[in-house]
Nanobody, 112 residues
Framework: QVQLVESGGGLVQPGGSLRLSCAAS?????MGWYRQAPGKQRELVAQ???????TDTEAVKGRFTISRDNAKNTVTLRMNSLKPEDTAVYYC?????????WGMGTLVTVSS
């Protein structure tokens, strides 16, 4: 079993920045962030392999950056130039031995 502990999130004005972090209790493979806005399906935001290869959705390209620290089993999502449409619950996920694990989610609200 892998526990994922998220931190960060909160309320920010449009154009602002936030950082989300997630720590895994064990060594894991791919890690990433999904988000779910009210009334919408959960969607991938960005993911990163243990080797550092990244994938992110078109909506966040150039604004969000994902990184990880393999020694600490952590993944960080830096979010810049936030828009109201980025408002959602953000979930950390990690895969270990073909099993996906999820964090509890952290709310990001972008509003003036």
């Amino acid at each position: 079993q892998v526990q994922l502990v998220e931190s960060g999130g909160g309320l920010v004005q449009p154009g602002g920045s936030l950082r989300l972090s997630c720590a895994a209790s064990k060594t894991i493979g791919p890690m990433g962030w999904y988000r779910q806005a009210p009334g919408k399906q959960r969607e991938l935001v960005a993911q990163i392999t243990s080797g550092g290869s990244t994938t992110d959705t078109e909506a966040v390209k150039g604004r969000f950056t994902i990184s990880r620290d393999n020694a600490k089993n952590t993944v960080t999502l830096r979010m810049n130039s936030l828009k109201p449409e980025d408002t959602a619950v953000y979930y950390c996920y990690a895969r270990r031995f073909s099993i996906d694990y999820w964090g509890m989610g952290t709310l990001v609200t972008v509003s003036s």
